[in-house]
């Protein structure tokens, strides 16, 4: 229960309607430029693995405990993958993972400029509270109603599933038989 009321708070609604401080914005920014730079550094491998671009030995383990325990994806499943493709370009390929990847990725590039002229322009608001809220809000909504059509309703792909266990990756060398 603690988790969920931590997860609100964060998320804006924790009946705090003071401005973001100067601190959020910096922290914010930060996140949003490790997401993006790591988006970059990574792939996803053909067996829908996550692993960095250049050392795809190096799988990334899955971090989905929802689909481990109860063998359904959550809301989220599929939107780091989603993230990782839209940061190569293939919008397709982000839209199958996640189809809520491409609106999750632009709420994350618009931190820049948000953040920045936050930071530039200390003590004026740039969005109002109600504002942030329900842009939160709308993400979040998105991503449940998403998920509630992906269980339900839409065919079921069993390889964009959430993968429940980080096989060996084997390279091929090039260049020698």
Request: hydrophobic share 50%.
């Amino acid at each position: 229960m603690r988790i969920l009321a931590r997860l609100w708070h964060l998320a804006g609604f924790g009946g705090n309607n003071a401005p973001p401080t100067r601190q959020r914005h910096w922290e914010m920014l930060a996140a949003a430029g490790f997401i993006s730079v790591a988006a970059a550094c990574m792939q996803v491998l053909p067996d829908q693995h996550v692993a960095l671009a250049y050392l795809p030995t190096w799988v990334v383990p899955p971090t989905c405990p929802m689909h481990a325990m109860l063998g359904i994806p959550c809301p989220g499943c599929g939107l780091t993958r989603s993230i990782i493709l839209l940061a190569h370009g293939n919008l397709g390929g982000s839209l199958e993972m996640n189809r809520m990847g491409l609106i999750f990725g632009l709420a994350i590039l618009a931190q820049f400029p948000y953040r920045i002229a936050a930071l530039a322009r200390p003590g004026r608001t740039i969005l109002s509270r109600p504002w942030t809220k329900g842009i939160a809000a709308a993400l979040i909504a998105g991503l449940v109603i998403n998920w509630l059509l992906a269980i339900s309703i839409w065919p079921q792909r069993d390889e964009l599933a959430p993968v429940a266990k980080a096989p060996h990756v084997q390279v091929q060398p090039t260049g020698s038989p």
